[in-house]
């Protein structure tokens, strides 16, 4: 991953403004600090040990590093429309990976990660159970750039990898159980398990459904910082 450094606003370089929540592109040396405000305005981030390079932030799973977000209720999503879109490097697939997690498995909210087969999956959580869609294995290899996200909207999500629908098992998205949990970015909810590994480039996410076109519109953009 070569980045440019920007000299103008950041938030003029996000692909896709519209409706965003949550917009970090982790490369830019305006975010190199370890506690900054993302660009989209609504979130305070503190980082706990992965390393800002001008490639994005560096993530070792022993450690593990990840980053959380102070609690807010934007990303509180329970029956409306929303997308997420990462652009990220995994170097290891031999444990989950965790792009980002706002609730527990089997509890709250949702999960977004990549399963050791290389394939995306989406949780969305209830206590009487979790819905769950995925991509096919090898979606996501090691050593390489991927644009990876999903869009959910009413009862279906649709998973995509570099601006591509790419949906194996589509599961059916009942209401999300509320969570009061924070936002965590490459770690699952207790500070633990599944934690990410190698370079985590940008993470946006939209309270509304993005389409085939924007989930490709993204790509193409992000592919090129």
Known sequence: MNRRRYPKSIWSYNPLPSGCVLYIPFWHPNLA???FRTIDGNNTATVTTATYTVNGRSF?????????????????????????VARINIDDLTDRRTII???????????????????????????????VSF????????????TIGFTRSGTSVIPYVNGA????????HETI????????????????????????????????????SDHLHAHNILSQQ
């Open 33 to 35: 600090g370890n506690a």
């Open 165 to 172: 629908a790419a949906v194996s098992t589509a599961g059916v």
């Open 101 to 131: 997690a706002r609730g527990l498995d089997g509890a709250d909210g949702f999960n977004f990660f990549v399963f050791t087969n290389g394939r995306i999956q989406i949780n969305t959580n209830a206590v009487a159970g979790d819905d």
């Open 60 to 84: 070792t799973p022993g450690t593990p590093d990840y980053v959380e977000l102070a609690a807010e209720t934007l990303m509180n999503f329970t029956t409306g429309a929303f997308s997420v």
């Open 177 to 212: 159980q509320s969570s009061a949990r924070t936002v965590k970015l490459g770690i699952q909810d207790g500070k633990v398990l599944f934690p990410f590994s190698n370079l985590y480039h940008t993470i946006m996410v939209h309270e509304i459904a993005l389409s085939a």
């Open 135 to 146: 991509s096919g294995a090898g979606a996501v290899t090691t050593g390489s750039d991927f």
